[in-house]
């Protein structure tokens, strides 16, 4: 069964400083992976994805993560914050030959401060 | 850019009550998928389908849910007997393909009174 752990449902970052949201996966195959970005009132889109290709995976807005499977983490990051990426991050992870079903994390609510 | 679309964004309910939820996934996207988010807690899979039946299905989906695709477009989720714990941001995905990116739409909020 997958599964995939969040760690810290809040971060605050100041505006310009490194975003860093970890992600932490257990799958029994080698897995999907995504980060989802939902903004208030809206729905859930699409930051990244890795799919076996290259480990570091590079998203929209600036968003970056790295695959380390001997870690088994997703760990989410962007070099400097903007106001505009305060938002709710999703982790997912689907299981290859497992079907399409996305298990998500807890999420984790970015607030950037001036 | 093609996207997810659902209606209503806010259903309010009599327990009880049937209520159905519409989607319009993307135009050539195969899979069409359910989802929920209960006030406070983590997006969890509903069901998905894919060439006119379910694939998948999660512990939710008892016997009171369905889902159906009548037309070439619209991709419903039908709750026959709604409980208060059914309320919930219900959101409709799709993709492409097996393991393709699924695209979400902006939810129907469900309240059940």
């Known amino acids: 069964a997958q599964s995939v752990t969040q760690l810290g449902s809040h971060v605050s970052v100041s505006e310009g400083a490194l975003v860093l949201l970890r992600c932490n996966y257990s799958s029994s195959v080698p897995p999907y992976l995504f980060w989802y970005v939902q903004y208030p009132n809206q729905g859930l889109q699409l930051l990244l994805k890795?799919?076996?290709?290259?480990?570091l995976v590079k998203g929209i807005n600036g968003f970056e993560a790295e695959f380390k499977k001997s870690e088994t983490s997703f760990h989410l990051t962007k070099p400097s914050a903007h106001m505009s990426d305060a938002a709710e991050y999703f982790c997912a992870v689907s299981e290859a030959g497992g079907g399409n079903k996305l298990t998500f994390g807890t999420g984790t609510q970015l607030k950037v401060e001036l | 850019e093609p996207e997810v679309t659902q209606t209503p964004s806010h259903q309010v309910t009599q327990m009880g009550q049937e209520v159905i939820l519409r989607c319009v996934p993307i135009s050539n996207h195969l899979y069409f998928y359910w989802y929920r988010q209960i006030l406070g807690q983590k997006v969890e899979f509903l069901v998905s389908?894919?060439?006119?039946?379910?694939?998948?299905k999660s512990e939710i989906f008892d016997d009171q849910f369905s889902v159906e695709r009548p037309d070439g477009s619209n991709f419903t989720l039908k709750i026959r007997s709604t409980k208060l714990e059914d309320s919930a941001m219900y959101f409709c995905?799709?993709?492409?393909?097996?393991?393709?990116?699924?695209?979400f739409g902006d939810g129907t909020r469900l309240s059940i009174l």
């Open positions: 389908f894919y060439n006119n039946e379910i694939s998948e």
């Open positions: 995905a799709s993709s492409q393909g097996n393991n393709q990116p699924q695209h």
């Open positions: 890795y799919t076996s290709a290259a480990t």
